[in-house]
């Protein structure tokens, strides 16, 4: 398996068959399992828990990392095809990513979204070219439109909480946030949990539609595993029964990279999940978050601090599912 | 043990072991007793001996660690209770600390003193809150009012350069510095002196007392130990028979956090310690400092360069010593 | 071998070695040479490749590193001697390179170009007198003056494309970049291939021509070499039967520091290599360049991307040349 740059990358056996192993990883750690192993890491925007996990698993397993930040302890790299490079970017993709997947075994890049071309963010176009570009097998740690270790580690998540596949409700609701962020995990999570077959419902403003590819994406994805996905501005219909409430927030695809995203957003601060958004759920519902999160701007002290939350569980999921995911690529998932 | 904020987390017992260890390990250089563990380190401000030494130590022992640095190469941490996070800090020690714990088998974080509220910096409230949401043993490496890396290491020095315990004479000074650090490293050598069971001599000007609780603390200690502790203004009356200067620059106690500090401090640019301050010393007295230290500032050339100078084995002590603690630790001393 | 600062630290028969070994540790990877070791990497500049291959290759020979990185995670180095450093240096390069050396096996630094006396950069004083200050072997990774790490990779490079050694054409061409960039990769260049025994051109406008001392010294090596230096601003002599274009851009010698550069660079903005530059050449010639690369500023794309370009080998042997240095250095080349 040469690149993961989406959940759909791991077919329905290989993905099962990493869940198991990160099951497993977490009771009873391996060794060397990536003894002699070195795994490049190249983080262009900030990483707290990618960037630890990646390099606590990968150690955990017997194998190194390094790092690379452009733009932090390097310089920028341009990643678009032939511009005059006058500007900041000193270094291109073209030369970067093939020079440091030949000191690595596997690449992990973390990039951005452009928050420019919706089109473009859509497609994913920077991560794909770098994919396209290693010499090496090359693992997305977010990107424009997609945060596959993110999902992974959430299918996990919801194994653990024994949230059911079929018939699971899980709700995803846009949350305020003071800047216009990016797409990937909400995408990801729809992606993620309509190929677990359950019933997702994306809770938004009018304003916060996701777009419609990534939707019927998620729509064709739910109708090969059994699944439904629907949007609405209403929540309590949304809440109705939900297993899960997966809070995030994102950027107006209708205004996508536009000013008018600030006003828009403006007008929703109350979004910000809190006890009562709970109460037509299911008695022991769950609220989880990719993390980071602002408190009490997205969601209050009281959720986070209570029984229902379990973001730092989900967060400790990242480390076994990426384990369980190197040792697919690097070794063919024989450790 | 769970947690070293403070060199009195060490028993008596268990300090004579670490340090013991210590001096083992620097001559006889110990290959796996960390193998397979991972430690991870916080860095909220920044550092150099600290972060090397960690690392080093460390994978000299077999193990590996993971960085983070908080507003560099990631986002801000808050670390106030109940704040709505609409400012810069992305995510709380609430999240970020449980998350990273679970990443490792060991935290080490470098808070900062607030300089706002001296009680809040004495309570050490920052980094004590983060103790006590690590899963994993926590180490202080460098708090608002505590060094004990440091503390450990300075005092297997004052062992190593025969410095006597009961009786030896150390003067802890106040050194020019252009700006109010942090009372840290004053506090912990104050402490660590006086549990030593040495006479301690704080020489500072006036407006630059260390804080009652830090100096009544000091007393108790140093009476347990069969030493002494006092505090002047004179400079020949404090080096008098000393064995050690240790200097340090540290802001005004009585304009904690305020302007006055900077008038205060201006006026006693001659606070940069030099051969002269040595005349009623014993003849090879000696020389300490933490490092960094701005030459021809707060010490001249001179004695940094001249044989009274302890500061580079002092300083390679933070390798040692530290290796010992995390053997301690880790390991509960077997390695 | 207790340090390289120069490619010509290596004697002749060392750098054999140190080749021959490179060629075989791409072939087939040798795991624990440096089992147990520590290297210490400072970067008081930027650094892409050079970090990701010390880390790799150190890793990969079972190893360990740590990074530090003044101005960046932590504060800025002084090194001027005598100085009150009451600037933003807060610690002089007298403590911390005794300090990290006491941490390492072997220290690995990266200065920079002062960029202000041309004299002293090309004396290299501060990375000598860092280099005078370690208590371990040490390594430049890139100085004022010298990248004998690139010029090592380079030699590899040259020998795998099989341009010969007497007798090789070697063009090192200026090229157009919006800054004044160092020296180092210039000079090193210019060192490598007249110690290599080729036929060196330095290809430039007028008012780049390489200070004296570099092209004398140069000139010493290539007639032990048996082969020749010279200069010229004319392109198609230059390239007659070139077998290879190494591009590099370079500030003013005649103009080092001042702002008169700018004026005169800006008047060569047509010195960006292209395909039509090689005509006068060997049908196969070969592009080379130490990368980071400005794409279409000072070699287009059509360059970079035809067959005549070696930039990612060249980059990688970056890898292979350091871990065969790494050997040397540490094991007296015996792994």
Same mark, same amino acid.
């Given at each position: 398996?040469?690149?993961?740059?989406?959940?759909?990358?791991?077919?329905?056996? /290989? /993905?099962?068959?990493?869940?198991?192993?990160?099951? &497993?990883?977490?009771?009873?750690? *391996?060794?060397? %399992?990536?003894?002699?192993? #070195?795994?490049?890491?190249?983080?262009?925007?900030?990483?707290?828990? $990618?960037?630890?996990?990646?390099?606590?698993?990968?150690? &955990?397993?017997?194998?190194?990392?390094?790092?690379? $930040?452009?733009? &932090?302890?390097?310089?920028?790299?341009?990643?678009?095809?032939?511009?005059?490079?006058?500007?900041?970017?000193?270094?291109?993709?073209?030369?970067?990513?093939? #020079?440091?997947?030949?000191?690595?075994?596997?690449?992990?890049?973390?990039?951005?979204?452009?928050?420019?071309?919706?089109?473009?963010?859509?497609?994913? *176009?920077?991560?794909?070219?770098?994919?396209?570009?290693?010499?090496?097998?090359?693992?997305?740690?977010?990107?424009?439109?997609?945060?596959?270790? &993110?999902?992974?580690?959430?299918?996990?998540?919801?194994?653990?909480?024994?949230?059911?596949?079929?018939?699971?409700?899980?709700?995803?609701?846009?949350?305020?946030?003071?800047?216009?962020?990016?797409?990937? *995990?909400? %995408?990801? $999570?729809?992606?993620?949990?309509?190929?677990?077959?359950?019933?997702?419902?994306?809770?938004?403003?009018?304003?916060?539609?996701?777009?419609?590819?990534?939707?019927?994406?998620?729509?064709?994805?739910?109708?090969?595993?059994?699944?439904?996905?629907?949007?609405?501005?209403? /929540?309590?219909?949304?809440?109705?029964?939900?297993?899960?409430?997966? %809070?995030?927030?994102?950027?107006?695809?209708?205004?996508?990279?536009?000013?008018?995203?600030?006003?828009? /957003?403006?007008?929703?601060?109350?979004?910000?999940?809190?006890?009562?958004?709970?109460?037509? %759920?299911?008695?022991?519902?769950?609220?989880?978050?990719?993390?980071?999160?602002?408190?009490?701007?997205?969601?209050?002290?009281?959720?986070?601090?209570?029984?229902?939350?379990?973001?730092?569980?989900?967060?400790?999921?990242?480390?076994?599912?990426?384990?369980?995911?190197?040792?697919?690529?690097?070794?063919?998932?024989?450790?």
């Amino acid at each position: 398996m040469r690149r993961f740059l989406d959940l759909a990358d791991l077919s329905a056996e /290989r /993905r099962e068959a990493v869940l198991a192993r990160a099951a &497993q990883l977490e009771r009873a750690p *391996v060794r060397d %399992a990536l003894s002699g192993r #070195v795994v490049g890491l190249v983080f262009m925007n900030p990483s707290v828990r $990618t960037l630890a996990s990646m390099q606590a698993g990968v150690a &955990q397993l017997g194998g190194s990392t390094f790092v690379v $930040t452009p733009g &932090q302890g390097s310089w920028k790299l341009e990643h678009r095809d032939g511009v005059v490079m006058d500007g900041d970017a000193a270094e291109h993709v073209r030369e970067a990513i093939p #020079v440091l997947g030949s000191y690595a075994d596997l690449l992990g890049v973390r990039s951005f979204a452009e928050g420019r071309s919706l089109d473009d963010d859509l497609a994913d *176009v920077t991560m794909r070219k770098m994919a396209d570009l290693s010499p090496v097998p090359f693992v997305n740690l977010e990107s424009a439109i997609a945060h596959p270790c &993110q999902a992974l580690a959430d299918w996990k998540t919801l194994d653990d909480l024994e949230v059911p596949r079929r018939g699971g409700r899980l709700v995803l609701s846009w949350a305020y946030h003071p800047k216009p962020l990016p797409l990937a *995990v909400a %995408a990801s $999570t729809l992606t993620m949990a309509a190929m677990r077959g359950m019933t997702v419902t994306v809770l938004r403003p009018d304003g916060f539609e996701l777009p419609a590819p990534v939707m019927e994406r998620a729509k064709r994805f739910a109708a090969e595993a059994g699944g439904v996905v629907r949007e609405t501005g209403d /929540r309590a219909a949304a809440m109705d029964g939900a297993h899960v409430l997966y %809070a995030k927030s994102w950027a107006s695809p209708a205004h996508y990279g536009r000013p008018e995203d600030a006003a828009l /957003r403006a007008r929703h601060r109350d979004w910000c999940v809190d006890e009562p958004w709970f109460r037509p %759920a299911v008695r022991d519902a769950r609220f989880l978050h990719c993390l980071p999160v602002r408190r009490n701007v997205k969601v209050t002290d009281a959720v986070l601090d209570g029984p229902r939350s379990a973001v730092i569980a989900q967060a400790g999921n990242r480390l076994h599912a990426q384990k369980a995911l190197l040792i697919e690529m690097l070794t063919e998932g024989h450790p």
